[in-house]
């Protein structure tokens, strides 16, 4: 160590909060002090000329750097989206990954801080204090374009929705953060923090829809406020028509963000009447209906199912938007869970919205943060196989399945030099003799595109089957857009490796 005299001329004047000079010297318990100190108090301080106290004005802090904002002329080949950052774990890893890849966007989708308070202050200063880190501070200076929308810890508070106190206030930090700028509607026009850009020239373009599922939603169970039955709403009535808005414009792809899920289906291990949408159960139960949904059972956790009549208003619209010409190809994006996962729903036929249409989901949950136990979820990307490991693989194994007496989440090699499933199984979920097949492998042709990746490490990825993340510590999703072959590659991807895609046609 050295050390070295200090010329008390040298030292830059100090002054108080108020604005008054400190003296050059404090002399305190004996000791002679250049400036301001902190001893015996909470912060810095220092005598004043006068001979009395006050405390120091704190140092400048440099300014933060700013999130870069999207350019809609830009050509879109590949979105990056994430979501609940926090600065423990494998984040950092993580982040470096991604920054690395450099994508053309990045979507973030909610929780982009857990402030959970009224205190708008504790809000801000949190804000902030993500600015701060350092490994955050690296993807700012990695100049990736953002957009985003909240959930419910950034909006305020754990599950809420329209009777948070403070989603006006909000608001504004939730803008101030992400560097929107001063002219924007939603700083003093626009209830709501819903957005959308459209990206690239005809022939190639990316519609990016920000849904704001919070500022507006009804209460989904009465300890967040009155239930209100069938008029249980998620974006409310003025987002809803912004919304429909959106889908009538033509593109190629249409991305759509939300901070909670919105493919799987209704958790149905509650009793239903305990969702406030339930009402008299009619309405409810017959949205289920409509999208054929009755036998399945989703995430028990917070998704759009919880209010069925909006989901399907959701789903249906989409499907009319598609029908209509306005999109070949639509991709929700959420975060929220804690978890990744790549979802597929077949919206049924219907008189009025048209044709049977296939859209996707890629989740992708969190910074520094998992959930490592068993996830139902009927409505992942299937996996496919083919027949007694031979010929194309056009048959949907059945998970969970039942072998030799021991159940089965995923494709196993048990008795068989390659993965395999079963295609079928008995009411009791014992694989049907016969009805089996190898699963498809990297690279593969399935019904609706190829196989992209399946990690080798998968056994220690998931807890359930392979187009489920949920052990790897941090995971992010990536939408990777092949203009030329017209095919996107949906993944989740972790600190180290692209942990499980796919390629659909558009």
């Given at each position: ?219 989904t169970f009465s300890s967040y406020g009155s239930c209100e039955g ?37 958790h149905q291990g509650r009793n239903v009447t305990s969702y406030c ?230």
């Open positions: 160590k050295t050390w070295a005299n200090i010329k008390p001329e040298t030292i830059p004047a100090q002054k108080t909060v108020n604005g008054e000079n400190c003296k050059t010297i404090t002399e305190y318990l004996g000791e002679k002090i250049y400036g301001c100190t902190s001893k015996n108090h909470s912060q810095a301080w220092c005598y004043k000329n006068d001979g009395s106290w006050d405390d120091c004005q704190p140092p400048e802090q440099p300014p933060q750097l700013n999130h870069t904002l999207p350019v809609e002329s830009q050509s879109i080949q590949q979105i990056a989206l994430g979501s609940c950052f926090k600065t423990q774990g494998n984040m950092p890893q993580t982040m470096s990954r991604l920054i690395s890849q450099s994508p053309d966007l990045f979507l973030w989708l909610g929780d982009n801080i857990y402030a959970d308070t009224t205190n708008m202050s504790v809000m801000r200063q949190k804000y902030d204090n993500k600015k701060s880190n350092a490994d955050y501070q690296k993807f700012l200076q990695a100049k990736i374009p953002v957009m985003a929308t909240w959930d419910d810890h950034d909006f305020g508070r754990n599950n809420d929705g329209k009777h948070y106190a403070k989603r006006a206030e909000s608001q504004q930090e939730f803008l101030r953060h992400f560097d929107t700028p001063q002219g924007d509607p939603r700083y003093t026009t626009q209830d709501g923090i819903y957005s959308s850009k459209m990206f690239g020239n005809e022939g190639q373009r990316v519609h990016v829809i920000m849904l704001d599922a919070r500022y507006f939603r009804s209460p069938n008029s249980s709403t998620i974006l409310g009535d003025k987002q809803w028509l912004w919304l429909q808005n959106e889908l009538n414009k033509t593109s190629e792809i249409k991305v759509i963000a939300s901070g909670i899920q919105v493919l799987p289906p209704l949408a339930y009402g008299d159960g009619q309405a409810f139960n017959q949205a289920i209906s409509n999208l054929n949904e009755e036998n399945m059972s989703g995430t028990n956790y917070e998704s759009w199912a919880e209010i069925p009549l909006q989901r399907e208003k959701l789903l249906r619209m989409v499907q009319r938007s598609v029908n209509q010409g306005h999109a070949k190809k639509v991709v929700f994006a959420s975060g929220d869970q804690h978890w990744g996962e790549l979802l597929q729903k077949n919206i049924p036929v219907s008189a009025a919205d048209g044709a049977a249409v296939t859209v996707y989901e890629v989740t992708a949950s969190g910074f520094g943060q998992n959930w490592p136990y068993s996830v139902p979820n009927p409505l992942r990307l299937p996996v496919w196989a083919n027949e007694q490991g031979t010929g194309p693989f056009l048959r949907q194994c059945q998970f969970p399945f039942k072998y030799a007496g021991v159940e089965y989440k995923q494709c196993i090699t048990r008795d068989n030099s390659k993965p395999w499933c079963y295609t079928e199984v008995d009411t009791n979920g014992h694989g049907v003799e016969g009805q089996w097949g190898n699963c498809a492998s990297d690279g593969e042709t399935i019904p609706t595109g190829k196989v992209g990746v399946v990690s080798s490490n998968m056994s220690t990825l998931t807890t359930d089957d392979r187009h489920l993340i949920n052990r790897s510590g941090s995971n992010y999703g990536m939408l990777d857009i092949d203009w030329q072959n017209k095919t996107i590659r949906l993944s989740i991807q972790t600190a180290t490796e692209e942990a499980v895609s796919t390629e659909i046609n558009f």
